[in-house]
């Protein structure tokens, strides 16, 4: 059988990995860009650097549990994913408080992320199956959505990235609301189904399990706002565009 834990500790490693990727795309990378870009850009570079590779990492994880369910108790491999994933969010956390200390709601966002994955991580030692799963529904649109963040950063002064930006919207957008407004609320209501149940609570507080569910189902809900909104921007910006073809 796998062992539960990894046999170093591996996060602070992870984290000085971002840290040092935040510092090679900010004085390297977007060395170029204006100083009002460089901190948005640099913090989609270690977002690249941590979505696909945990989309894989968590599957290579998952798999590798035998037997696995939402009470399992957590793998080495599967602490790794979280030890992984919350070194990158504390990096980004600490991207935001320095650069933008106003933006309450991407620094909430990630305090909460960090507080369900450390607490399933460090704390009750369970449920790693189904954050991973989670994990897996929130980046697989990674590399698309950090390419589609950094063209609509540029946008305006560089045509080819106007150019990206109009490309990548309406797929991305399309990935972007199966996922986050079919695939992830389905799976979170198997969740709500198992854990209301009482099955976990011998090994996983009730009280972290309600804190889980409030935050990913809030997590899901402004996701779900976010896209409806990029959707109708889009539809005002082809409307206008057909509006003035006519005239």
């Not at 850009?41 to 945990?54: D, E, K, M, N, V």
């Not at 897996?136 to 963040?149: D, K, R, V, Y």
């Amino acid at each position: 059988m796998e062992p539960l834990t990894p046999p170093i500790p591996i996060l602070p490693i992870f984290f000085s990995m971002f840290l040092l990727i935040y510092l090679v795309a900010y004085y390297i990378v977007f060395r170029s860009w204006s100083p009002k870009y460089r901190p948005e850009a640099s913090s989609c570079f270690i977002s690249l650097a941590h979505g696909t590779p945990a989309v894989f990492l968590a599957i290579f994880a998952i798999l590798k549990q035998s037997p696995h369910g939402f009470a399992s108790p957590n793998t080495s491999s599967q602490s790794l994913v979280l030890d992984f994933s919350i070194a990158y969010f504390l990096m980004d956390l600490l991207h935001y408080l320095i650069f933008f200390p106003s933006d309450v709601l991407f620094i909430g966002h990630h305090l909460a992320t960090l507080f369900v994955l450390f607490t399933c991580r460090y704390m009750v030692l369970h449920g790693a199956f189904a954050m991973l799963i989670l994990l897996i529904l929130a980046e697989i649109t990674s590399a698309c959505q950090n390419l589609w963040t950094l063209a609509n950063v540029r946008r305006a002064d560089v045509p080819s990235a106007a150019k990206l930006y109009r490309l990548l919207s309406p797929p991305f957008y399309t990935l972007y609301s199966v996922v986050r407004g079919f695939a992830g609320p389905l799976f979170v209501y198997k969740m709500v189904v198992f854990y209301s149940s009482g099955a976990a609570d011998n090994v996983i507080p009730r009280w972290i399990l309600v804190s889980w569910m409030i935050i990913i189902a809030v997590a899901i809900s402004v996701s779900i706002l976010w896209v409806s909104n990029l959707w109708l921007e889009l539809y005002r910006e082809r409307t206008a565009k057909v509006d003035k073809k006519v005239r």
